[in-house]
């Protein structure tokens, strides 16, 4: 009865890793390279960028100004729905590598991210950034998101 007993606790310790690695969103949207994730949030919910939609906007003495489109995956009830979300950045051309601007949607005001926050909603902003500014440019921004927090 015993080693009956060990071996269901035993098994059963060796599924929880496997469940919660089932539970965790994938590293890109339907395997798709060009949809890697960039954040999840408490919701249960996996946000990932469509590299594809990055777009410049704007390029000229006073600012880059780009478009991403990110996709809101309910990654826990139901990871075929989804949501897409435009994000708009603003880089001024200042001497500030770490000043920046943002705002969701096509509309409204610009918020201002500082590239070296570390709370977890603006760290996700930062990761967008980052990220979105290689797709619509081509190439690194020079920072990483643990070099942007100082970790």
């Known amino acids: 009865m015993m080693h009956r007993m060990t071996a269901l606790t035993l ?4 599924l929880l890793p496997a469940a919660a690695a089932e539970a965790a969103p994938a590293e890109y949207w339907n395997n798709n390279a060009d949809f890697p994730i960039i954040a999840t949030d408490d919701g249960g919910y996996a946000w990932y960028l469509n590299r594809g939609s990055a777009r410049i906007a704007a390029n000229d003495a006073e600012s880059l100004i780009f478009s991403v489109d990110v996709l809101r995956v ?7 729905a989804f ?3 435009r994000w708009w950045f603003r880089k001024p051309q200042s001497e ?11 509309a409204g005001d610009w918020s201002p991210l500082d590239l070296r926050a570390a709370d977890a909603e603006s760290l996700s902003a930062v990761r967008l950034f980052l990220a979105g500014w ?10 990483s998101p643990a070099d942007s927090t100082g970790e």
């Open 11 to 14: 098994a059963a310790l060796l």
């Open 74 to 80: 309910d990654a826990e009830q139901d990871p075929s």
């Open 83 to 85: 949501e897409f979300h």
């Open 96 to 106: 500030d590598p770490y000043t920046v601007f943002m705002r969701q949607g096509d």
């Open 134 to 143: 290689q797709a619509a440019t081509g190439f690194s921004y020079g920072l």
